[in-house]
C-alpha cells in the first residue's frame, strides 16, 4: 500500500469508526519531534498550534517522556483513596507560582471543561444564585461549562443548561457594575484573553474593575486560565500581566500537562477554601501521579530554560515582524505571548488556514477574520521567522488580488 493510499485508508475507517462531532479532520499525523509533526505521507508541517496551545514543550520533549515513563513504570494510578508525591508536589508548585496566600489549594481534574465544571459548583456552593459570565467567552462543553459559554450554536442544541448564568458584553464596566448592583451575585467567569473569540484580550483597566467590583459585592473572581496559564503569554498565568491582580479562583488545563490530560483549580485564600465540603466533589482520575509528573516536568522545564523571557520576547518579535509586512490584509495581531491572533480585514480565515497547511504550517481559524498562532514555547524566532515569510504568498493563496 502507498502511503497516499494509507492516509485514505485510515481517513475513511475515521469516517466509519468515530462520531462525527468535529468534522473531518484535516490530516492523518504519525508522529512529533519539537516544534514539527509528520503525517502519514510522511510531510512535514511546522506545528504552531501546538495542539491548541497544549504542548508547550512542542513534541516528544525529553523531559517530558523521561517523566511520564519513569513515573508509569514507579505507580501509574491510585484514585483518590491515596495521595502520591507528584500530585502534592504539583499543588505545592501552582500555589507557589500564583503567588496564593495561606490557606489556598489546588483540585486536580482532566481537562479545561472539568476545571471550570469544580468552579461552577465553588460558585454554586456560596448559595448565591447568580452567576456572570461573559460575551464571546468558551469555557467548555460539558453542561456547567457550556452554561458559563455565550455561543448560542453551542448552547442551543441543549438546553435546557444549568440555570442562573447572565452574560454581561465584555469590557464594559458599566454593565457589570449594574449586574453586579442587582445582588446576590456568586461569581464573575473570565477569561483574561478570550482565545476561541479570537484572541481577545481584556484590557488591564477592565482586568482591574472586575476585581474591584467583585470584592466590592462579595462576589468571587474566578478566572479562566486553561488556554492563557502555564506561560502562554510570557506571564505564568496572564492575569499576572495586571500588578497585584489576584483572582479568588483559576482555572487551568491545556498546556500544563504538556500533551497529557490534566486539569486544575487553584482557589485562593481561605474564604474559599472550604465551600466545597469533603464529598460534594470528586474523581477518578484527577490528581493521577502520571499526569502530576507530566506537569512537573513542564514546569520544570519552563523555569530552568526560562522559557517565560523567551515567550515574552519571540512573541514580541513575531508581533513586531507581522506588522511589518505591512500587508492590506493583516489589520492588527492580538494577543500576548505566543497566543497571538492575527486580526484579518477579510473573512478568509479559514481559506488562510487551509493555505498554511499545504505549505506545511499548522495553524487555526478561530473565526473567519482572525488567525491564531499558539506555537510550543520552546519555538525559536528564526523558525517563527519562517513563517512570516510565507505569509504574504498564503495571503495571496487565500484571497487572490481583485477577489475582495
Ligand atoms: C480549551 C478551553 C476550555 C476547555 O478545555 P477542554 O480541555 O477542551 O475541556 C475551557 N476554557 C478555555 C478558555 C479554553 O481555551
Known amino acids: 500500500m502507498s502511503d497516499q493510499e494509507r492516509t485514505d485508508e485510515l481517513a475513511n475507517r475515521y469516517g466509519e469508526a468515530l462520531l462525527p462531532v468535529f468534522g473531518t479532520p484535516q490530516r492523518v499525523l504519525a508522529r512529533g519531534e519539537g516544534v514539527h509533526v509528520w503525517d502519514t505521507d510522511g510531510k512535514q508541517y511546522l506545528d504552531l498550534l501546538a495542539g491548541i496551545a497544549v504542548n508547550a514543550l512542542g513534541h516528544a520533549h525529553p523531559a517530558l517522556l523521561s517523566a511520564i515513563s519513569k513515573q508509569a513504570e514507579t505507580l501509574g494510578h491510585v484514585s483518590n483513596f491515596f495521595a502520591s508525591a507528584p500530585q502534592i508536589e504539583l499543588a505545592e508548585k501552582l500555589l507557589e507560582l500564583s503567588a496564593a496566600p495561606a490557606g489556598s489549594g489546588v483540585f486536580f481534574a482532566n481537562s479545561g471543561t472539568e476545571a471550570n465544571e469544580a468552579a461552577f459548583k465553588i460558585a454554586r456552593r456560596t448559595g448565591r444564585p447568580r452567576i456572570l459570565s461573559l460575551t464571546d467567552s468558551f469555557h467548555g462543553r460539558t453542561m456547567g461549562a457550556l452554561a458559563l459559554t455565550s455561543k448560542e450554536a453551542y448552547r442551543t442544541p441543549f438546553e435546557p443548561l444549568p440555570g442562573g448564568v447572565e452574560f454581561v458584553e465584555a469590557g464594559d464596566e458599566q454593565a457589570l457594575a449594574e449586574a453586579l448592583a442587582l445582588g446576590d451575585v456568586a461569581a464573575v467567569f473570565a477569561e ?142 492580538r494577543g500576548s505571548g505566543l497566543l497571538l491572533g492575527i486580526g484579518l480585514n477579510a473573512p478568509i480565515a479559514p481559506q488562510l488556514a487551509a493555505a498554511a497547511l499545504e505549505a506545511g504550517f499548522i495553524v487555526n481559524a478561530p473565526n473567519p477574520s482572525t488567525l491564531r498562532l499558539a506555537p510550543p514555547l520552546v519555538i525559536t524566532a528564526a523558525q517563527l521567522a519562517a513563517f512570516t515569510a510565507a505569509l504574504p504568498a498564503l495571503l495571496e493563496a487565500a484571497a487572490p488580488e481583485g477577489e475582495n
Request: charged share 20%; aromatic share 4%; glycine share 14%.
Open 192 to 333: 483574561p484573553i478570550q482565545g476561541e473569540a479570537g484572541v481577545r484580550a481584556l484590557s488591564h483597566d477592565y482586568l482591574r474593575a472586575l476585581r474591584r467590583l467583585t470584592r466590592e459585592h462579595g462576589a468571587l473572581l474566578i478566572l479562566d486560565e486553561v488556554q492563557t496559564g502555564i506561560g502562554r503569554t510570557g506571564h505564568w498565568f496572564a492575569h499576572q500581566a495586571v500588578p497585584d491582580l489576584q483572582p479568588d479562583v483559576m482555572t487551568l488545563a491545556k498546556g500544563l500537562g504538556g500533551g497529557f490530560p490534566i486539569g486544575a483549580v487553584v482557589s485562593f485564600g481561605t474564604e474559599v477554601h472550604d465551600l466545597l465540603k469533603p464529598g460534594q466533589h470528586g474523581t477518578t482520575f484527577g490528581g493521577n501521579p502520571v499526569a502530576a509528573a507530566a506537569g512537573l516536568a513542564v514546569i520544570g522545564t519552563i523555569l530552568e530554560d526560562g522559557l517565560l523571557t523567551h515567550v515574552h520576547d519571540v512573541g514580541e518579535e513575531l508581533t513586531r515582524e507581522l506588522l511589518a509586512l505591512g500587508h492590506p490584509l493583516i489589520q492588527e495581531v
